[in-house]
């Protein structure tokens, strides 16, 4: 069966487990070493990822390029205009040649249901590098960084601020797929997909909806904020001033636990969802999150090609 990986739970809790396990490995065992060697068992040589983007990146291009060089593999790097897909060619026709050609396939699109199609008409592994839905390889990177700085993902308390956008989404699966809480701060009108909530919460994840940021963020070890405004969405003035009391500045953070840690999967609007205080200041992990992308798709990748 081809391991596409669309969502956190195509993987499921305990290949997630072992993927954090084996990113951790990876880092541990490359340290000092130029960004661009391979690992020394190189597991993917040989295998070539093709990327399809339908939107804006810079983390997900990068990390992705470097997280395939590391594992002995080469990337071929598309953005969806320049290709024959933008002129009108079918998501399933290019699902069929790609899948000729390449090992593994990692696409950022919008609609949801494009990756689906992708998914549904290739032979090779589809990566989700975030759609308008979710975004599980941000996700995927985000519990690394908690995981490496020691905390235990079951029991973890965890609050989200702002809108309930594909980040979120993501966050919700994890919460269900790992038992930990997370509590959601936002105003009406802008929460989460409620299918990941109740999917999460029969799982067995704790995720609760306010519109009180200082319930979110009491007693929680880790803050996460994202856009206001994400790729796609008009925004507008009356949807920024919506959001404007879940902005995570130092006097909703001093609200959390004292050791708690400050994540954003980048790129921030600071001022906005965040004040440079707090994004700059001793408790934000945000450079370690952003390099994480690397070590999590690594395993990502071995896990959809079936080394892990
Ligand atoms: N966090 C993230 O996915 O960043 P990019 O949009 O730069 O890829
Ligand atoms: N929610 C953001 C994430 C960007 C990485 C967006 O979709 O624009």
Redesign the pocket.
């Given at each position: 069966m081809t391991r596409h990986f669309l969502g956190l739970s195509d993987a499921g809790g305990d290949a997630l487990a072992a993927m954090l396990n084996d990113a951790i490995d990876r880092k541990a065992g490359r340290i000092g070493q130029p960004k661009g060697k391979p690992d020394a068992d190189a597991p993917l040589a040989g295998h070539t990822l093709a990327m399809i983007f339908e939107?804006n990146?810079t983390?997900?291009r990068v990390s992705f390029d470097m997280a395939i060089r590391q594992l002995g593999g080469s990337s071929i790097i598309m953005e969806a205009g320049s290709m024959q897909l933008g002129r009108g060619e079918t998501v399933a026709d290019t699902a069929r040649v790609l899948s000729r050609m390449v090992d593994a396939i990692m696409i950022r699109t919008d609609d949801h249901a494009k990756i689906e199609e992708l998914a549904r008409y290739a032979d090779v592994p589809v990566i989700n590098g975030?759609t308008?839905l979710s975004?599980p390889c941000?996700i995927v990177a985000d519990l690394l960084t908690v995981v490496e700085r020691g905390f235990a993902l079951p029991g973890l308390q965890v609050a989200w601020l702002g809108?309930g956008?594909?980040?979120a989404n993501s966050l919700i699966e994890a919460a269900g797929l790992m038992k930990f809480t997370l509590r959601i701060a936002g105003p009406l009108g802008y929460e989460p997909d409620a299918d990941f909530v109740a999917a999460a919460r029969r799982a067995g994840g704790e995720v609760v909806l306010t519109q009180d940021p200082e319930e979110a963020v009491r007693g929680a070890q880790v803050v996460v904020t994202?856009?206001w405004v994400?790729?796609?969405q008009p925004g507008g003035d009356v949807h920024i001033a919506a959001m404007q009391p879940y902005q995570v500045d130092g006097v909703l953070m001093a609200k959390a636990d004292p050791k708690a840690v400050f994540l954003h999967?980048?790129?921030a609007h600071r001022e906005e969802e965040v004040t440079s205080e707090v994004i700059d200041g001793p408790q934000s992990a945000i450079w370690d999150e952003a390099e994480n992308r690397i070590h999590a798709q690594k395993s990502v990748l071995l896990w959809a090609l079936g080394r892990l």
């Open positions: 939107k990146s983390r997900t975030l308008d975004h941000q809108d956008n594909n980040v994202d856009t994400s790729m796609g999967c980048l790129p």
